[in-house]
């Protein structure tokens, strides 16, 4: 297994490490600054969530950079993408952090286009990269599960809910880039459909 695949299977094992931080009572006392707090579990679920994160643009960089890039790199990268941010989606949800609806619709795109991406390769054919908007959509998904787990700091001391705008927004362009993905693929769809 080389470089770049190890850095995603690390990513995938980080996914419950997270979860077990968000949703674990360590029962340690919550820091507190005027009406603002943050549990001790918060600050590490997020250190590990941006560092597992960052690891995705390291992964693709070194595959393309070492020409290392494999069939299980392609499925293996999105998967772990994928894995962790409905991980951290649905934690944030029994936390009562987020609402289930945007964690739904969020958690069904990623799978959607998942899905089409395994078609193309199950059929060799080629699949569009990914656009502008799939990497907006990554980034607004990642300052919106930032904002939440670290409870809208520093925004909460001047009354804005950055945390709330983050969510939503996060929520628009993942539909709309899962639209523009698809409406780019429609050729996987047409050859399955004929196939099927």
């Keep these: 297994m080389n470089l770049a695949n ?21 029962d340690l006392p919550p820091i507190r600054i005027e009406h603002f707090s943050i549990t001790y579990n918060q600050i590490i679920a997020v ?8 690891t995705d643009s390291l992964d693709g960089y070194i595959a393309r950079k070492k020409k290392m890039i494999t069939n299980l790199g392609k499925l293996l990268d999105p998967l772990a993408d994928k894995l962790m941010v ?37 059929q060799n054919q080629p699949v569009v990269a990914a656009s502008k908007w799939g ?4 980034a607004t998904q990642i300052t919106a599960i930032i904002s939440l787990l670290i409870n809208n700091f520093p925004f909460a ?30 050729n996987l769809i047409k050859i399955s459909d004929h196939q099927g």
């Design 47 to 54: 250190l590990i969530f941006i560092v597992a994160a960052s």
């Design 135 to 138: 990497k907006w959509k990554t």
């Design 86 to 122: 409905s991980a951290v989606l649905i934690s944030l949800v029994e936390m009562q952090k987020l609402d289930a609806w945007i964690a739904v619709v969020i958690i069904s795109r990623e799978f959607a286009v998942t899905g089409l991406r395994m078609v193309g390769l199950l």
């Design 157 to 186: 001391f001047i009354n804005i809910r950055f945390d709330l705008f983050a969510s939503w927004v996060a929520a628009i362009i993942t539909v709309y880039s899962g639209i523009d993905y698809f409406v780019k693929n429609k």
């Design 6 to 26: 190890r850095i995603t299977l690390a990513r995938i094992f980080l996914v419950p490490v997270i979860m077990f931080f968000l949703l674990v009572n360590l």
